[in-house]
């Protein structure tokens, strides 16, 4: 083992990844993906990472009644920028359409009532939600857990029960929104519900987007290590 392996292995036994830049979306990505749980159905708060320390914080309470109907959070290694956007245009017609700037947003169902966050999941996507938030391409990969016994198998978005998938878009649709409807809530519309082979394009261009905007993280982090075992 060179040196640099021996100083990568110390970081990774010392140091905790950050959730976004240090986990791996997975190398059987994307049929199967690393997915980061923010949020489960028992949570009445909002939490978030915190990007820059990779933490979770409270962003707020939930406003309203709506709770997220399956764990919910993100796909690391991911950014919704150009080519997300394009792909966005593309497939919904419209125009002048913006990434949203943020890790690709995943919702994982399961049968089984994970009661908290903050964890890794391998996820199986089998669809998604052109989802479009104040003019920003927001897609909502779904997906199901790997060797879950009610949904581990599916394999595409119209093996999903209609009932589940009404009940995630409602909530999509709908857990921003003003009752008083006074005109502060961003306009949100999902355009389309997809399929399993437009979810796997829509992460390999946010994939593709994140390296385009923040590199390859391990092989700079390699060099940098490598060069300065070396100086």
Known sequence: MSNTDKLIALFEKRFAAHPWHG???GEKSPEVITSYIEIN???QIKYELDKDSGLIIVDRPQKYSNIVPALYGFVPQTYCDKLVAEYCMEKSGLSNIEGD???LDI???TERNITRGNILVDAI????F???DGGEADDKIIAVLKGDQAYGNITDIDQVPSMVLDRVKHFFLTYKENPNKDGSDKEVEITHTYNKAEAHEVIRRSFDDYVNIYGNVKKEFEVALNNFVNA
């Open 23 to 25: 986990i791996e979306i």
């Open 41 to 43: 159905p028992n949570d």
């Open 101 to 103: 700037g943020d890790p």
């Open 107 to 109: 919702i994982v169902l």
């Open 125 to 128: 996507p089998v669809g998604g």
């Open 130 to 132: 052109r989802m479009i």
